[in-house]
């Protein structure tokens, strides 16, 4: 028997003067304090009437309350939900509604999303991370805190537009903590580490229990800006950070840009997941930042523990693997199904989606394995290479989009009569998306693109809207009516070995 729970306990035990969690609102806590302030917020939240089994979905920005607060929910034997600040309140909204939560936590930043989204649901907003009474904890919840109970939530999008929800239990968490360990031997008590990903994010959350698991110090960015985030690199001598192919090249920029360069010299290693880092701009980056390179492919159904990873010796042009996502990782068992389609079975067994054994059974084959959506290719060393997705996400920026979400709210638009949405090449993005429209019988064919951009911009999250729209006089369909994404995908990607980012 094994949580979160059982970890920060030893942690606070064993080193409670050690530096846990800090972030850039001046809060600082030793794992002593940390285990202090999760006890108060368990007793918080179950004054307030959250309770073992409860859903209570977190809403806020990356800072020590969040930390506490989740971990407080667990204490207290409900349910956190990490939910994406990014999205329109609408999109929350659905979220809530399949979650049934019995309260929202936010906090300030986030105040207005959380009210907005929870208000049609008549759902209760504690605003305050927790802090919102003083009460004694609960009495331990023994039943929540084994290995095989859910820990946390996150969700993902669905290829219908519809959200689904993704338990993580304790035993995906620390399968996944245990692998970085072997793996990473430089996080150690006392390890420091910078994380500028979301804690919605399953990178960010791995992240989180990978610190608190070694006995680090983890640093929290409310949000990630090159400058500021290469200032805390040098500043408190980081030695471990994550971050997506993106945001590795804004850092490289700003690192190159400056007339003083930054003393880097204690950085050791960069994780970064979401797509492959394309050659030259990883080149780049180990001559600019001198450190290694991690690349970890994983996704929220498979959890924290990365399904492959590419070691940095792997990441050495010369050896020819960087267009790979590496080899499977300890725990997972990978092979190829129909269409070459990668699938996964892990040590650590997969539960599913919550509350939808339709799509669970859609996704997972009898024998358990997950289908992930991705064709590819695994050659006789191992090593996996994803050459395109049978499902049709767009992965942008590191953010995963649905085709079919964004196309519901184009096809609203009273000009539009057809729409498919597809992911194009993006230099900076690694994909964006793009909208192919048909105009509505009697309108002029040449649309307003710019109007319908901004009609996306009020209804869906930035990272979702698309970047450009062609309009055509028809979208090109199959005897049974699918429209022939692929088709309209070839003049993007022509000439490209991959057809994913």
């Not at 034997?77 to 509604?97: F, I, K, S």
């Not at 959200?163 to 620390?174: C, E, F, G, R, S």
């Not at 049709?392 to 009569?417: F, R």
Request: one cysteine or more; charged letters at 20%; hydrophobic letters at 45%.
């Amino acid at each position: 028997m094994l949580s979160l729970i059982h970890v920060l306990e030893w942690r606070a035990a064993v080193q409670p003067g050690q530096l846990a969690v800090s972030d850039d609102r001046g809060t600082e806590l030793s794992y002593a304090e940390l285990l202090t302030a999760v006890e108060a917020s368990a007793g918080a939240f179950a004054a307030a009437g959250a309770g073992p089994g409860d859903v209570v979905p977190v809403i806020a920005r990356n800072q020590a309350g969040w930390v506490t607060a989740a971990l407080g929910l667990i204490r207290a034997g409900a349910l956190p939900a990490a939910v994406n600040w990014r999205l329109a309140a609408p999109e929350v909204t659905v979220l809530l509604a399949l979650m049934k939560p019995a309260v929202v936590v936010t906090d300030d930043d986030c105040a207005a999303l959380a009210a907005a989204a929870a208000a049609p649901l008549g759902v209760r907003v504690l605003r305050g991370l927790g802090a919102v009474a003083a009460a004694p904890p609960p009495d331990r919840p023994v039943d929540r805190l084994r290995g095989a109970e859910p820990a946390i939530m996150v969700h993902t999008s669905g290829t219908t537009g519809r959200p689904k929800l993704v338990p993580l239990t304790h035993d995906q968490l620390i399968t996944a903590v245990t692998f970085m360990s072997l793996e990473v031997p430089e996080a150690a008590p006392g390890a420091r580490h910078l994380s500028a990903l979301p804690l919605f994010h399953i990178a960010g959350l791995a992240n989180l229990a990978y610190v608190l698991f070694t006995g680090g110090h983890l640093h929290l960015l409310g949000a990630f800006e090159p400058a500021r985030f290469v200032d805390e690199l040098a500043g408190r001598r980081i030695q471990l950070t994550q971050l997506v192919p993106t945001l590795i090249t804004a850092v490289t920029h700003e690192v190159s840009s400056r007339a003083q360069p930054p003393d880097l010299s204690d950085l050791v290693e960069i994780v970064y997941g979401a797509s492959p880092i394309r050659p030259g701009a990883l080149e780049r980056a180990v001559t600019v930042l001198g450190c290694r390179f991690r690349q970890n492919y994983a996704c929220s159904e498979t959890g924290p523990l990365p399904v492959s990873s590419l070691s940095p010796a792997d990441h050495d042009p010369a050896r020819g693997r960087l267009a790979t996502a590496g080899r499977p990782s300890l725990g997972w068992e990978v092979r190829l199904g129909e269409l070459g389609e990668i699938q996964v079975r892990g040590a650590a067994p997969l539960p599913g989606y919550w509350n939808d054994p339709g799509a669970t059974a859609a996704t997972l084959t009898p024998d358990g394995f997950y289908r992930t959506g991705d064709a590819g290719t695994i050659d006789a060393d191992g090593f996996i290479t994803i050459v395109e997705r049978l499902k049709d996400m767009v992965i942008t920026g590191g953010e995963n989009v649905y085709p079919a979400e964004v196309e519901a709210v184009l096809a609203g638009h009273p000009a539009v009569t057809d729409v498919a949405v597809i992911g194009v090449p993006d230099e900076k993005w690694g994909e964006t998306l793009h909208a192919m429209v048909v105009a509505a019988p009697g309108l002029d064919p040449d649309l307003d693109t710019s109007e319908l951009l901004s009609w996306a911009r009020m209804r869906l999250a930035g990272f979702k809207c698309p970047t450009g729209v062609t309009v055509v006089p028809e979208l090109p369909r199959n005897a049974t009516g699918k429209v022939l994404r692929a088709a309209l995908r070839e003049p993007f990607w022509a000439g490209r070995d991959r057809r994913v980012s």
